[in-house]
T-cell receptor, first 112, second 112 residues
Framework: KAGVTQTPRYLIKTRGQQVTLSCSPI?????VSWYQQTPGQGLQFLFE???????NKGNFPGRFSGRQFSNSRSEMNVSTLELGDSALYLC???????????FGDGTRLSIL | GENVEQHPSTLSVQEGDSAVIKCTYS??????FPWYKQELGKGPQLIID?????GEKKDQRIAVTLNKTAKHFSLHITETQPEDSAVYFC???????????FGTGTRLTIIP
């Protein structure tokens, strides 16, 4: 069974730009969650989607948004990029609530 | 919300010895506790998890124990090997919530 796939693996942007990251969950998984990982703040929850609906949201500004498609694939978007948005963005999928979450290898976003 | 504390932040163990990492959580209603291993350049990999209706779970050299009264859970790795070197994270979701709150991580180094 293929794991969680995130694309691209690496991305370099400049301040003020916007970026879209993609996540393909494990086949059959309906829940997709996004996390931001930085050395200073650790792993922080961004949001979770289930059946194309945002079910949960973390404490991030409105510049961070996401969506889920009917095939459970998900995208997250960050607008008006800031230097502090440099991080590893991780996607995790699970079958449903309170089921094990499995992570992809992330997208490393660097803001210049 | 949920608060998870993890100790120690770094741990060096002689190959063949055991390693123990401990976490405490704040939400007494939490009922699911996963452990993740993250290697350099990779996303977190689920290595073992436990639900609150059991006190211990074992999978080969890895075991997790849970003390609901004290609200803490621990990861035990026996007969450590060089490939066990990685950063380990504990996590807990608030009850009925998909969001994982992570500990700050333990960098485990196995000394050959």
């Amino acid at each position: 069974k293929a794991g969680v796939t995130q694309t691209p693996r690496y991305l370099i942007k400049t301040r003020g730009q916007q970026v879209t990251l993609s996540c393909s969950p494990i086949s059959g998984h309906r829940s997709v969650s996004w996390y931001q990982q930085t050395p200073g703040q650790g792993l922080q929850f961004l949001f979770e989607y289930f059946s194309e609906t945002q079910r949960n949201k973390g404490n991030f500004p409105g510049r961070f948004s996401g969506r889920q498609f009917s095939n459970s694939r998900s995208e997250m978007n960050v607008s008006t990029l800031e230097l502090g948005d440099s991080a590893l963005y991780l996607c995790a999928s699970s079958f449903d609530r309170n089921q094990p979450q499995h992570f992809g290898d992330g997208t490393r976003l660097s803001i210049l | 919300g949920e608060n998870v504390e993890q100790h120690p932040s770094t741990l060096s163990v002689q190959e063949g010895d055991s390693a123990v990492i401990k976490c405490t959580y704040s939400d007494s209603a939490s009922n699911y506790f996963p452990w993740y291993k993250q290697e350099l350049g990779k996303g977190p990999q689920l290595i073992i998890d436990i639900r609150s209706n059991v006190g211990e779970k074992k999978d080969q050299r890895i075991a997790v124990t849970l003390n609901k009264t004290a609200k803490h859970f621990s990861l035990h790795i026996t007969e450590t090997q060089p490939e066990d070197s990685a950063v380990y994270f504990c996590a807990a979701p608030p009850f009925g919530n998909e969001k994982l709150t992570f500990g700050t991580g333990t960098r485990l180094t196995i000394i050959p």
